[in-house]
């Protein structure tokens, strides 16, 4: 499926109330200007990103956002690429209109199968889908934090080897401390770094996921921007995996530091009363009391 990304400069230049001669400046004349927003003619990718900047468009998050909302608009856009991933229906939907199977593809589809089934109840199609990504991801000499994300799904199928788990947490912690890594980005990987705390843990590796931990802390620490906030719901997670994993060793510190993590959740859920807090105090509860062999009672 093909976009017609000089349309959506079209509307953008409209919708900011600039004219031709005016988005075009010095980068491309009006006239061939016009006949790209019509898809008569292509430009070059910098000359794109000049005629954004005459439209007073600089930050790459809101280049990002107006790309996308035009191209949902366009009513020749699939009714499968619009609604989402929300049922497997829609992804498979997807691929077809796709075309092909593809590592995006495949992302999306795997992302939608803790939806429907578990691990026991995998179809033959699952596994393959899971294979080839697996197989695809692995191809890759260097990794984009999207990347890390799909890893943290697959290993909730496959058995990795310890020293595997060790490579791949400690390149996302370089990537972590990257200039031009963003925000949200940052939280994909600090979330991918809690499930390998997490498959460290439940391996019986426990200093190893505690290690992971400790160098996660420092980094959140040095992390002196004031966008750091973004990351606290990723950073609390990782508080979580360490109490899991202390609880795990039978250690009275994980009882601690749950009454800890029991009564922020609170103070939350009194708050703000959310649903969505509510469901997740919910399940923290449930796990340290499933976890809870210290001899200390879980209120």
Request: hydrophobic content about 40%; proline content about 2%.
């Amino acid at each position: 499926m093909e976009i017609n990304f000089g349309s959506v400069i079209k509307q953008i230049r409209e919708e900011r109330g600039f004219t031709l001669k005016e988005a075009a400046g010095t980068a491309i004349s009006p006239n061939n200007l016009s006949k790209f927003e019509k898809g008569i003619t292509t430009i070059k990718v910098d000359t794109y990103f000049k005629i954004l900047e005459n439209l007073k468009i600089h930050d790459n998050h809101d280049v990002i956002m107006l790309l996308t909302r035009y191209q949902y608009q366009d009513p020749s856009l699939p009714e499968a690429i619009k609604t989402g991933f929300t049922t497997q229906t829609k992804i498979l939907e997807l691929i077809q209109i796709l075309e092909s199977d593809t590592y995006f593809t495949d992302h999306a589809y795997i992302q939608s199968l803790g939806m429907f089934r578990n691990k026991e109840n995998l179809l033959k199609e699952d596994w393959t889908i899971l294979n080839r990504a697996k197989t695809a991801l692995f191809h890759l000499n260097y990794w984009l934090p999207k990347d890390y994300t799909l890893f943290a799904l697959l290993v909730e199928y496959f058995d990795f080897p310890t020293e595997t788990l060790q490579q791949i947490a400690k390149t996302a912690l370089a990537l972590l401390e990257e200039t031009f890594v963003d925000f949200k980005q940052k939280r994909e990987l600090i979330l991918t770094l809690s499930d390998i705390i997490r498959t460290y843990s439940r391996n019986g590796h426990y200093q190893l996921a505690q290690n992971l931990v400790d160098k996660i802390d420092v980094y959140r620490i040095k992390e002196l921007h004031p966008l750091k906030v973004v990351l606290q719901e990723a950073f609390f997670i990782i508080k979580m995996q360490e109490c899991y994993n202390l609880l795990r060793q039978d250690k009275k510190e994980g009882i601690k530091l749950a009454s800890q993590i029991l009564a922020y959740l609170d103070s939350l859920n009194g708050l703000f009363l959310d649903q969505t807090i509510s469901q997740f105090r919910d399940i923290f509860y449930q796990q340290v009391k499933m976890l809870n062999k210290t001899g200390i009672d879980w209120p």
